[in-house]
């Protein structure tokens, strides 16, 4: 198993600004999910990929938007950057079934400024 | 919307000791999943064990078990024979197919072992 992988690990940008984040999922999976993990609380659900389409989404604003391609890696883009956007970016990686849990990367620490 | 609490911000235990960590979650649906993860200061979330709803046995992973009251909505973690490195913020996670596959999350409960 590859596992998952996510780049960069830190990232500092400036308000107003730009960011695509990059994820490679463990290979074979399927269904791909972004979770937003602010300073001291549970990850939050951004929105989730199955076979390169969106089928499920939190409650995040447009600005947040995201690919998934068929070589399973899959990219989150943030427009319009914000102070509050700060935050741990988790991608995971699934079957896709109900009864499994995500595999999921060490995160990047976006920095907004 | 399912809502999941963690009403244990902090908790300590003697290596070697037992510990139980707390979660309770609401929803109306009968068909779910529920998950612990462990997260280290590496910052990934490894997954530490999970049970199925419909099953009413407990699940076990080692030195790792839960104790799922499917009617109470709980869902306790119990460690036993705690090692240094379980030290880390574990979370509770629900997941149903109503919530289009996402883990809804409580906030944490950071746990310390001391030698």
């Known amino acids: 198993e590859t596992g998952v992988t996510q780049s960069p690990t830190h990232l500092i940008k400036t308000r107003g600004q730009q960011v695509t984040l990059r994820c490679s999922s463990q290979s074979g999976h399927n269904t791909v999910s972004w979770y937003q993990q602010a300073l001291g609380q549970g990850p939050q659900f951004i929105f989730q990929?199955?076979?390169?389409?969106?089928?499920g989404r939190g409650n995040f604003p447009p600005r947040f938007s995201g690919l998934q391609f068929p070589n399973y890696s899959s990219e989150l883009n943030v427009n319009a950057l914000e102070l509050d956007d700060s935050a741990l970016y988790l991608c995971a990686s699934s079957l896709g079934s109900l009864r499994y849990g995500y595999t999921f990367g060490s995160g990047t620490r976006l920095t907004v400024v | 919307a399912q809502t999941v609490t963690q009403s244990q911000p902090e908790m300590s235990v003697q290596e070697a000791e037992t510990v139980t960590l707390s979660c309770t979650y609401d929803?109306?649906?009968?068909?779910?999943?529920l998950f612990w993860y462990k997260q280290p200061p590496s910052r990934q979330m490894i997954l530490v064990i999970r049970?199925?709803?419909?099953?009413?046995q407990n699940a076990t992973e080692n030195r790792f078990s839960v104790n799922f009251q499917k009617a109470a909505k709980s869902f306790s973690l119990k460690i036993s024979d705690s090692q240094l490195g379980d030290a880390a913020m574990y979370f509770c996670a629900y997941r149903s197919l109503n919530s289009g596959y996402a883990l809804n999350f409580g906030k944490g409960t950071s746990l310390l072992v001391t030698p």
């Open positions: 049970q199925e709803a419909y099953k009413q």
């Open positions: 929803t109306s649906e009968s068909d779910y999943y």
């Open positions: 990929y199955y076979r390169e389409e969106e089928n």
